[in-house]
């Protein structure tokens, strides 16, 4: 069971002011899931007969997100052919990087033309979760504190993270607030995927392809880079090992 007490910035509000927009992170090349990229984007895989891009669209459907930016780069057209078979209660637009993969931080740089929002949500398509007793973007939104915060990530217990092979990535403070994973230690929280930001974050990016890294450090330094702990299931499904293990646990096949 996870230690962290929220201080009364990261504490739920009682009135949800829920951002209507997120960026989907669907660019990658997908290498960790060959064979299955070879013909496919990853977030085309399918998961029990549905593809990972519309389980992270119907989660963001369900939570009364109302519009959806996507970048393309790997198969491209294969992404925006199976977007535009979509119903219209979310509005997808299309961040397109053929010409060239920019990368997490560098992705969300060039979409934020197509984001006119101060606040938004950022989430890769290569995750699975099941909700808590609260719908998760609701409760990302309901800890979000403009004041404090520059980005709110969701966080997983290293022993509740599913399908995952790394070492962990963050260590959080009573508080709520960020720092790294300490040198050849495991750290005790790892990144869903799923990040509430502010635009303020992506002040004065460097050129061309680059990591969100590059931002999430520039707000540990400052003070303003904060988590919260997923209360439900979450998946890291990047190999085609761990599609078969997510179908398993969750008995979807």
Request: with cysteine.
């Amino acid at each position: 069971m996870s230690r962290f007490r929220a201080p009364l910035s990261l504490r739920p509000n009682p009135v949800v002011d829920l951002p209507d927009t997120a960026m989907v992170m669907a660019a990658g090349l997908g290498k960790r899931m060959r064979p299955l990229t070879a013909t496919r984007p990853k977030p085309l895989v399918q998961v029990a007969g549905r593809t990972l891009l519309d389980r992270t669209l119907d989660r963001l459907r369900e939570a009364g997100i109302g519009r959806a930016v996507v970048n393309v780069h790997y198969l491209a057209d294969s992404i925006e052919a199976h977007l535009k078979r979509g119903d219209q209660k979310l509005e997808v637009l299309i961040s397109d990087e053929r010409e060239k993969l920019l990368e997490t931080g560098g992705g969300v740089v060039k979409a934020l033309p197509l984001i006119d929002r101060d606040s938004f949500f950022v989430v890769n398509s290569d995750n699975l979760w099941v909700d808590g007793a609260v719908d998760t973007m609701k409760l990302i939104a309901s800890r979000w504190d403009d004041s404090a915060m520059d980005a709110l990530l969701l966080l997983v217990p290293y022993a509740r993270a599913a399908c995952h092979s790394g070492q962990g990535d963050f260590h959080m403070d009573p508080n709520g607030r960020l720092s790294r994973r300490k040198h050849g230690r495991v750290a005790p929280f790892v990144y869903t995927g799923i990040q509430l930001v502010s635009r303020r974050l992506f002040a004065d990016p460097p050129e061309g392809a680059f990591s969100t890294n590059i931002f999430w450090d520039r707000a540990i330094e400052a003070g303003r880079l904060y988590g919260i702990v997923h209360p439900g299931l979450w998946f890291d499904v990047g190999t085609p090992q761990a599609v078969k293990r997510t179908e398993a646990l969750l008995d979807l096949e």
